[in-house]
């Protein structure tokens, strides 16, 4: 509901409440939070009350501007003619009955859209600022339309401004890097500007735009957190700057940071941020992002739809494969409820090792001589689909592509491209080149009965000369993926970019699962997968059970504990299951049977981390049916050690009076004594050990 009672805007439901205030042509930020209620004098009071100042620079901006009194970290920078200052003033507003789609991915539905109107009459700008309030959380996003008579230089332009009264903070964002992606990182926030971005042109193995703000003693359960994301896949920008008296202003949008050019009459749309509320610590926030985009975000045919189980072929054979090989391979799968064989890397072209044929989307025919078509036919002989990989925006120098089109890589005239893994990124801001994309790739899944493809992207960008080259890729890659979807709505492409290089919102409104990370070792990936459930719901999660030694750090973990961190995402396998054992066999079967039982409440449930594993020698969570039916737990210990008790969980989120059964020991618990007393958990002796519950109510 969107109330305006005289100069005060109040967007509210059952849960949240955003207010803003519009004093003496400014419009000021006043409340975002639990909800206020709806009495007009209440909210009043409320949004008046906090007011913190009237100097512009310590007074609450809804949309902060540069050079003219406000010292803080602006929302908006845009130079033309010289002039770099903004004076934008309220103009007025609209009640949008319906939440508008724009040219880039977004949450979905969403009914009544503020959109408040600012003005700078002598710079002749115009911003439009809009906002959705959803049931956990709020959309928002801005428009920037010049016009003047004059080009625009905008080199700053937030999705979302966001002004916090005096307080003391701290931050939670995720950092990291290849193969360990999505560390939590929690800072106390200190006077000046901190900047977490991307300017690599993907989004995020370094950072992800995501940033949780957290009032002064909030926690894992209690306190209040304020969650944003960004609904973007290119370079951006998430700043905190604290200022001098304790306040704190956030910034969240897409980083321009040469500027793109806004000719007379034209408009800028940044992409959409998400901002989520909790008073529920840090667990309420990640249920509240993954709730809304379980309902809001992931295409509506993977809604609450168990993902495809996966067996996909990197890690058992990289590059060396030819036809018998692949039979074997799929062969190996029989019968242990694999439901996808994929083929990664290496099919294409002359593709026998990642030095060549990038962009060459056609079958490699000394490796597979007779194409697709005997693969395809074994699968469906087992019972199971064929998928493949591809990387749509790279291009070797060395493949029929570059020889023929070399003016389709990002390049600076006159010098040579950076190369990295052999390949030079393809610039998708030329609609000819995604055009050659979408026909290659559509070529090769209407002659092949494909259900799955794997859309990988395994380089950072270089040799960018205009900032438009960068964003103006994001929007091809959009268009590729919404060609594709919509030409194949039966495929489902899962989203890579060497691992979690882009984890983020908008390829998930495409992609329903993303791979994780490249390390699929159990131990490093419980920290990987705990720091990516901060945001992203589990069934986003591509995880899959790999070979012991494990490929990247050696270490050799129980194949049990393999499957059950796995198995708190989108379980899949990378291991040659043919040359396994019996028992290991077995093994995987019943994992995979055991997980088809349990999707229903990992897909749809909530999450609760119950030990952090970057502070304690232990990683647990549970996951519990929404209707708080079952619970589904997994505990991992790192490290064996001798002479104390065994570990004891408390569970979180059952219902008190409640009776469940716990399947592993066959002993009846009420909901009270898993919460309070909780149980002791049950662990095989050794490094690396798990052990799995579930709970089924029974009254
Ligand atoms: C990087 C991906 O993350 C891997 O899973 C694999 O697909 C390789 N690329 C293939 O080159």
């Known amino acids: 509901m969107i109330q305006i009672f005289k100069d005060v805007f109040h967007l509210t439901n059952k849960t949240l409440s955003y207010a803003m205030r519009v004093q003496e042509k400014k419009v000021l930020h ?110 928002r996003r801005t428009e920037l339309t010049n016009e003047g008579e004059e080009e625009v230089r905008v080199t700053k332009l937030a999705s979302a401004c966001l002004d916090f009264p005096r307080g003391a903070y701290e931050s939670i964002h995720l950092s990291g890097r290849w193969g360990a992606e999505c560390i939590p990182t929690r800072s106390r926030v200190l006077q000046g500007l901190r900047e977490l971005s991307s300017r690599r042109g993907i989004t995020s193995h370094q950072h992800n735009p995501f940033l949780a703000v957290l009032e002064a003693g909030a926690g894992e359960d209690s306190g209040a957190v304020y969650g944003f994301n960004l609904i973007y896949s290119g370079n951006f920008s998430v700043t905190m700057d604290g200022d001098e008296r304790g306040g704190l202003r956030v910034n969240v949008g897409c980083a321009l940071t040469d500027g793109v050019l806004l000719s007379p009459g034209e408009t800028l749309s940044s992409p959409e941020a998400v901002c989520v509320f909790s008073r529920e610590g840090v667990g309420g926030m990640s249920r509240a992002f993954h709730n809304l985009y379980r309902k809001h975000l992931i295409h509506p045919r993977f809604q609450g739809r168990m993902r495809p189980i996966v067996l996909n072929s990197w890690e058992s054979v990289y590059f ?107 610039d998708f801001s030329k609609r000819e080149v995604v055009d050659y994309l979408f026909d290659a790739m559509s070529k090769v899944l209407k002659e092949n009965d494909i259900s799955y493809v794997k859309w990988d992207m395994n380089r950072a960008f270089t040799d960018v000369v205009r900032e438009e080259t960068y964003f103006g890729h994001v929007q091809g890659v959009y268009d590729l993926y919404e060609r594709l979807t919509a030409a194949f709505p039966h495929v489902l492409i899962e989203g890579c970019s060497s691992g979690g290089g882009r984890f983020d919102p908008a390829i998930l409104y495409y992609s329903p699962m993303i791979w994780t990370s490249d390390d699929t070792d159990a131990f490093e990936r419980m920290r990987v997968q705990y720091g990516t459930s901060l945001c992203y719901p589990l069934e986003t999660m591509s995880n899959h059970v790999s070979a012991c030694p494990n490929h990247q750090t050696g270490r050799t973990t129980p194949l049990a504990t393999r499957g059950a961190v796995a198995s708190l995402g989108c379980l899949g396998y990378e291991l040659n299951v043919g040359a396994l054992g019996e028992e290991e066999r077995a093994e995987i079967a019943r994992q995979i049977s055991r997980y088809r039982a349990d999707a229903a409440c990992i897909l749809t449930g909530e999450l609760y981390r119950l030990c952090d594993p970057f502070r304690e020698n232990a990683f647990c969570e549970e996951v519990v049916a929404q209707d708080g039916a079952c619970a589904y737990l997994v505990y991992c210990r790192p490290l064996a050690q001798v002479n104390l008790p065994a570990p004891r969980v408390k569970l979180k989120g059952l219902n008190r009076e409640g009776v469940y059964r716990i399947e592993e020991t066959g002993r009846l618990a009420s909901g009270a004594e898993l919460m309070y007393m909780g149980i002791a958990i049950d662990l095989p002796a050794g490094d690396f050990a798990s052990a799995v519950y579930h709970f089924t109510r029974t009254d």
């Not at 803080?72 to 009955?97: N, S």
């Open 30 to 139: 006043a409340y975002w939070g639990s909800a206020l209620g709806t009495r007009e004098d209440l909210v009043c009071a409320a949004v008046y009350a906090a007011d913190c100042g009237t100097s512009r620079d310590s007074a609450p901006q809804e949309f902060g501007e540069r050079g003219r009194g406000d010292f803080r970290d602006p929302a908006i920078v845009c130079t033309a003619e010289g002039i770099a200052t903004t004076e934008f003033e309220y103009a007025g507003y609209e009640i949008l009955q319906k939440k508008p789609a724009f040219s880039m991915p977004a949450l979905r539905g969403g009914g009544e859209t503020l959109v408040l109107l600012l003005k700078d009459a002598r710079r002749k700008l115009t911003l439009r600022l809009h906002y959705t309030l959803f049931e956990w959380g709020l959309a």
């Open 320 to 426: 060396d494969f030819d036809e018998e090989k692949l039979l074997r391979f799929i062969d190996g799968a029989k019968g242990l409820g694999i439901d996808i064989v994929v083929l990664d890397d290496g099919w294409f072209g002359r593709r026998d090792l990642d030095d060549s044929s990038l962009g060459d989307w056609f079958i490699h025919k000394d490796k597979l001589p007779h194409g697709f078509a005997p693969l395809i036919e074994r699968c469906k002989q087992h019972g199971m689909k064929f998928g493949l990989w591809f990387e749509p925006e790279a291009v070797s120098p060395n493949s029929e592509l570059y020889r023929a089109h070399p003016d389709w890589a990002i390049a600076t005239a006159g010098r040579t491209g950076i190369q990295m893994r052999n390949q030079l990124v393809l």
